[in-house]
Every structure is written in structure tokens, then in C-alpha cells.
């Protein structure tokens, strides 16, 4: 039971690891404000490709967890590294 739990915060760290290297990414590279470049990027259909940049701060909390010995959160970190493939790929090829 302890195991899922701590899956489970792996996988909360992974998606918030997403989420602010997504923004990180549109903050730093974009002239445009977060909410126009989600616009721009829906109607250009380049969201995967943010979700994708997004994704590489969880090879640091991937590896993160691996250094300090919490391999049931690495692995949480790793289902939200692959949910976040899936939806790349839902945009890639539906949208």
C-alpha cells in the first residue's frame, strides 16, 4: 500500500514538473503572453510540441528520485512522462 503512494507523489511531481517546464518554456522563448501562445499553438497545432519541451524537467525528477533511492516515485514520474505521450500523440494525430 506504501508503494502506490509513493507512485502516486511521483506522478503528482511529474505532471507539475510538466506543467512548469511548459511554462518555463513559453516564459522564456515566446514574445507572446502564456495564454496567446496556447492560442497560437492550438490554432497551429503545435501543442504536442510544448506538452514534448515541457516533458524535460521530468528527466530531472526522474533521475532526481533514482539518485536519492525512490524508485516507486521514479516510476510515478515515468507514468506521467507516458500519459503525457499519449496526449502528444492524441494532438498529433486527432487534432
Known amino acids: 500500500m506504501n508503494s502506490r503512494k509513493e507512485v502516486l507523489i ?3 511531481v511529474g505532471i507539475i514538473a510538466n506543467t512548469f ?3 518555463g518554456y513559453i516564459l522564456i522563448f515566446s514574445d507572446l503572453g502564456i495564454t496567446e501562445t496556447f492560442e497560437a ?3 497551429q497545432g503545435h501543442v504536442g510540441s510544448l506538452l514534448a ?3 524535460i524537467l521530468n528527466l530531472v525528477a526522474f533521475f532526481g528520485f533514482l539518485r536519492l533511492k525512490r524508485d ?9 512522462t507516458l500519459l503525457t505521450a ?3 500523440m492524441y494532438f498529433k494525430f486527432f487534432k
Do not use: D
Open 21 to 23: 517546464g511548459t511554462l
Open 86 to 88: 499519449l496526449l502528444i
Open 72 to 80: 516507486h516515485r521514479a516510476r510515478g514520474v515515468m507514468v506521467a
Open 53 to 55: 519541451l515541457g516533458a
Open 41 to 43: 499553438a492550438i490554432s
Open 10 to 12: 511521483g506522478f503528482v
